[in-house]
Every structure is written in structure tokens, then in C-alpha cells.
């Protein structure tokens, strides 16, 4: 057991090591391991680990001012909001500690707007094996299978409907509906990316039916994806989106933003201790700079090119298991097994020096940093084979298999 685990509330099976420092692709343990790092905090680091554009914005904004009181303005949480409008095509952003908060913040809103513009609408419609967070209102948005009898009873209000099924969602949204919510691409189900046109025709209908149509871009978004969001890819404007994980490339940010129409909360409707405090504003405003730059997406489509191809070479050599699928978008991957043994694989792989992330029984999903080289793709496409095949892997170190 880890020296002074016993003190931690939370029962989670954790390997036994204890992380001290990361770099870029990289990130260390105190016994002196280095791990290659395909999880990046579940997609959080976007610019790796340690990047020095969040060390410099954390100190120089850190010696200048930490929190005014929300009730003050302070200029990174304005330049940061006016990037995210700018960057969004939206009206209107506010800022949040955390992906689920800014999540629970879109409901709230929908569910304002409902009330006040439709009629006093105000159930949501969401997707099977979504995922919106872990408050009380996103454990209910989520259609994570289990979750139900977690903390019962529910927060009512919620319609789930099938993924990437547009006719349920039409035939879901009644009177009493007041928005659509979903993921432009499921992460934790395993990076589900739907059928083209599916959003498309999601905005259509949401907006002939006059309901909102809310997208959860927390994974999916801020350069994730290879576009500053999903839907820019798709060509649609959501009425409000939620930005979280990569916004902040490690520190706790995220946001909601809204269209001009939507953006129905006055003052005293919403608010939090932190939000929009300016450490952590400054560090986003660090992060949607460097994504914007000049050729920073284009770069991360082209990595995303190159793992993407590695990722369908292995796929095809793999003998058993045989990965059977390869899908994603950007730099958010996944690979499913014929076989439930992505647990076991991903156990190997951590032995080999490689983190990944097993999100269902048969999937691995990859979340590489932004910036990730392609040697450190090829690095950890062997290292993945070696997990794979193990005595494939062997002969070819020892220079036995010398085609390939
Ligand atoms: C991670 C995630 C969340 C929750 O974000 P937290 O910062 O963990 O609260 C919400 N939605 C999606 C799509 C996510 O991937």
C-alpha cells in the first residue's frame, strides 16, 4: 500500500506509484519511471505537461491578483470571455471551476429560458451513454449505465433518447421540452463518433421546434478535435456550448457559452466563489491563444493524420487480439478489441511505460497532448504492439523479423 493512502475518503484503485513531475509527452513517478502519457489527465493537458505558457501566466498573474470577489470585473476573465465568443461564433460566455459546473450552469439556463421564453418548459433531452459530470443535475444528463442507483433520487426532467438517432430526438420533444443536450462526439462511451449530418439535422429540428439545442464540448472541444470545436467541423452554431478540460491545459477552467437569445440569466441567477477568477482566466486565456495561433489546428489535424494512420497499420498486423476499429477525429482516438481485453491491455501497457485509457471492456481511447510528436506516436505504437503481442514485439527487437 502507498504510505498514507489510508486517509483518502475516496476507495479508487490507483497503480502503485506516486506521480511527482511531467514534461510535455511525459510524465514521471517518484521511484524515477517514466510513463509516455496518451491519457494527458483524461484529456485535460492540452499543451502536455508542465507547459511553460501556463507556468508563466500562473506566476505573473499570481503576483499581480488572485481573486477580486466575483462581485468585480478583472481583465483576463473579459479578454478570456471575448476569445471564447470570438472563437465560438456565440453571444456570450461565463466561466467555471469545472466541466460538470459548466454543464450544470447549461441546464439551468435551458431551464430559465423554458420557463421565461417557452412556456415554462423544462425537460432536457439527453443521449444514451452520455456523460456530462458528477453533480446531482449531470449525473442525471449522463445515460451512464449504473449510475441511476448511485445517489437516488434523481433530479427529474431528463428524456434520454438512442445516439446518433435523429428521428428519437424528434420524437422525444414535446410541449414541455426546452433543449437537446449531447456530445458532438461521445468520450467516455468510448469516442462514439456519429453518422455525418447527425448535428446538422439536430440543429435543423431544434430549431423548427423551437427548443435549444446544448453542446457538451468539454472533450471534444478547444483544438481537441482538430477545430476550435466540433461544431465548427460540422458547420453548425449550438445555442450554447460548454467548454471544460483542455480550456485550462491542467488547471481547473471551464465554460459556457451562449448564443444572444439564450443567454437569458440576470444578475443574481447564477454565480460561485471562483468563477471567472483571474489565475485561472489567465491560464485560459494562455491556452485559446496558442490554439488560434496561426497553423496550431492545422498542425494538431495533421498529428491527428499521423496517429490515426499508425493507429490502422497496427490494426491491421494485429493477430489476436485483433483491434477491429479505429475511430475518432483530431487527437481523441480510440481502437476496439474483438475481445472484452482492453483492461488487461492497458495494464500492460502501463508496465511497458505507457498510459492509456480503457473507457469500455473492449475500447482503448487516446488523448495525446496537442503537441505530441510523431516519435512519440511511433513510440507508443511500439510499445502498444509490445503489449499486444509480446513475442512478435521480442523477436523484433532481437532483430529476428527484419521486414518489417
Ligand atoms: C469530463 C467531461 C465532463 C465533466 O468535466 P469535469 O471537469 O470532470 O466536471 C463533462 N462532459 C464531458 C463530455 C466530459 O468529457
Known amino acids: ?60 498573474q499570481a503576483r499581480k491578483l488572485l481573486t477580486p470577489s466575483p462581485a468585480f470585473h478583472n481583465r483576463p476573465m473579459l479578454e478570456l470571455c471575448r476569445e471564447l465568443v470570438n472563437a465560438t461564433g456565440l453571444a456570450r460566455a461565463f466561466l467555471t471551476n469545472s466541466g460538470a459546473e459548466a454543464n450544470d450552469a447549461a441546464l439551468k439556463l435551458a431551464r430559465k429560458w423554458g420557463r421565461t421564453r ?27 449505465p449504473g449510475w441511476d442507483v448511485i445517489a437516488p433520487p434523481n433530479l427529474p426532467g431528463f428524456v434520454r433518447v438512442p445516439y446518433d438517432d435523429v428521428a428519437a430526438v424528434a420524437r422525444a420533444i414535446d410541449e414541455s421540452t426546452c433543449a437537446v443536450m449531447l456530445e458532438p462526439i461521445q468520450g467516455e462511451a468510448g469516442v462514439v463518433v456519429p453518422r455525418p449530418g447527425y448535428l446538422r439535422q439536430l440543429r435543423e429540428l431544434t430549431r423548427e421546434r423551437g427548443v435549444l439545442l446544448i453542446l457538451d464540448e468539454v472533450q471534444t472541444g478547444c483544438g481537441r478535435t482538430g477545430t476550435f470545436s466540433r461544431a465548427e467541423a460540422e458547420d453548425i452554431t449550438p445555442d450554447v456550448l460548454t467548454l471544460g478540460k483542455g480550456l485550462g491545459a491542467g488547471v481547473p477552467l471551464a465554460a459556457v457559452i451562449a448564443s444572444e437569445s439564450a ?37 494538431v489535424r495533421r498529428r491527428g493524420q499521423h496517429l490515426e494512420a499508425s493507429l490502422r ?38 508496465e511497458l511505460g505507457l498510459l492509456l485509457n480503457a473507457p469500455r471492456p473492449d475500447t482503448l481511447r487516446l488523448m495525446p497532448q496537442l503537441r505530441v510528436s510523431d516519435a512519440e506516436v511511433d513510440e507508443m505504437i511500439r510499445r502498444l504492439s509490445q503489449a499486444l503481442m509480446p513475442e512478435r514485439a521480442s523477436q523484433r527487437e532481437a532483430g529476428l523479423n527484419s521486414t518489417e
Open 118 to 144: 417557452r412556456a415554462g418548459a423544462f425537460r432536457i433531452v439527453t443521449t444514451e451513454n452520455a456523460f456530462h459530470g458528477r453533480t446531482l443535475a449531470t449525473m442525471a444528463a449522463s445515460g451512464k
Open 313 to 350: 497499420r497496427l490494426a491491421e498486423r494485429s493477430t489476436g487480439p485483433r483491434l477491429v476499429e479505429v475511430r475518432g477525429a483530431g487527437l481523441l482516438w480510440a481502437v476496439r478489441f474483438d475481445v472484452p481485453c482492453a483492461a488487461e491491455v492497458q495494464r500492460r501497457c502501463f
Open 1 to 60: 500500500m502507498i504510505e498514507h493512502e489510508k486517509y483518502l475518503l475516496q476507495p479508487v484503485r490507483r497503480p502503485e506509484c506516486v506521480m511527482s513531475h511531467g514534461n510535455g509527452s511525459w510524465l514521471y513517478d517518484e521511484a524515477g519511471r517514466e510513463h509516455l502519457d496518451f491519457v494527458q489527465g483524461w484529456a485535460v493537458n492540452s499543451l502536455g505537461h508542465a507547459p511553460p505558457e501556463i507556468g508563466e501566466a500562473l506566476s505573473e
Open 263 to 299: 443567454a437569458c440569466f440576470e444578475a443574481g441567477d447564477h454565480g460561485g466563489t471562483y468563477v471567472g477568477n483571474p489565475l485561472m482566466a489567465a491560464c485560459g486565456l494562455a491556452v485559446v491563444r496558442c490554439v488560434r495561433a496561426p497553423g496550431f489546428l492545422e498542425s
